[in-house]
């Protein structure tokens, strides 16, 4: 990429930090329960969460998914999802660097698996929102990364070229399904990683 490449990032554990641990234990479970719970809502292995991430159910829908499946977390499950306004940490130096980045001429565009309700939350006072030139998230079209239609819906939005794009996400299989679309693509693997690459760029 001879001219300065389209940036594409993920949210969750790129842009943000989750906390979902934290959250549970602040709620009142014991460490071992705090990671039953949260593996309970994010490894299910019918993929609820990925139904609420595509914008195919409603959260009362999910809940009661959820308390129907796990009856005697119910409520810390019904807690847990009520309350995504706890359960993300920002990264300022990273946002920093993003204006840094769209104010050196680089475009900006956010590419990420959110249900509609917590990317609301998650994203309400993110500063990186003011730098973005556009964005598609898995609600918006019910489709998920790293399937290649929500990379696709991306680049026709914004008549991108998949050649010309550089993403970055916390997910080997997202920045797989990036690349085999066409994309270089950035396995973030930390925060301090990221930072280190982004200062490459400018």
Same mark, same amino acid.
């Given at each position: %990429?001879?001219?300065?490449?389209?940036? &594409?990032?993920?949210? =969750?554990?790129?842009?943000?930090?989750? +906390?979902?641990? !934290?959250?549970?234990?602040?709620?009142?479970?014991?460490?071992?329960?705090?990671? +039953?719970?949260?593996?309970?809502?994010?490894?299910?292995?019918?993929?609820?969460?990925?139904? /609420?991430? +595509?914008?195919?159910?409603?959260?009362? #829908?999910?809940?009661?998914?959820?308390?129907? @499946?796990?009856?005697?977390? =119910?409520?810390?499950?019904?807690?847990?999802?009520?309350?995504? #306004?706890?359960?993300?940490?920002? +990264?300022?130096?990273?946002? @920093?660097?993003?204006? $840094?980045?769209?104010?050196?001429?680089?475009?900006?565009?956010?590419?990420?698996?959110?249900? #509609?309700?917590?990317?609301?939350?998650? *994203?309400?006072?993110? !500063?990186?929102?003011?730098?973005?030139?556009?964005?598609?998230?898995?609600? %918006? &079209?019910? $489709?998920? @990364?790293?399937?290649?239609?929500?990379?696709?819906?991306?680049?026709? @939005?914004?008549?991108? *070229?998949?050649?010309?794009?550089? /993403?970055?996400? !916390?997910?080997?299989?997202?920045?797989?399904?990036?690349?085999?679309?066409?994309? *270089?693509?950035?396995?973030? *693997?930390? $925060? #301090?990683?990221?930072?280190?690459?982004?200062?490459?760029?400018?």
């Amino acid at each position: %990429m001879k001219d300065k490449p389209n940036l &594409i990032f993920d949210v =969750g554990e790129v842009l943000l930090e989750y +906390r979902w641990k !934290d959250m549970l234990r602040d709620y009142g479970l014991c460490e071992a329960d705090a990671l +039953r719970v949260g593996t309970e809502v994010f490894e299910d292995s019918s993929n609820l969460w990925s139904t /609420f991430d +595509r914008g195919i159910v409603t959260m009362e #829908e999910i809940i009661a998914s959820y308390c129907h @499946k796990y009856p005697a977390d =119910g409520e810390a499950i019904t807690w847990f999802i009520s309350h995504g #306004e706890y359960m993300h940490v920002p +990264r300022p130096a990273v946002w @920093k660097l993003v204006h $840094q980045l769209k104010e050196s001429g680089f475009r900006i565009y956010l590419l990420s698996n959110y249900p #509609e309700v917590l990317f609301q939350k998650h *994203t309400e006072y993110a !500063d990186f929102m003011q730098d973005i030139d556009g964005l598609m998230v898995s609600y %918006m &079209i019910h $489709q998920s @990364k790293p399937d290649r239609a929500i990379y696709e819906a991306l680049c026709d @939005k914004y008549g991108l *070229t998949p050649e010309s794009c550089l /993403f970055f996400d !916390d997910r080997l299989e997202n920045v797989q399904g990036a690349r085999d679309f066409g994309m *270089t693509a950035v396995h973030v *693997t930390s $925060q #301090e990683s990221l930072l280190e690459y982004l200062r490459s760029l400018l």
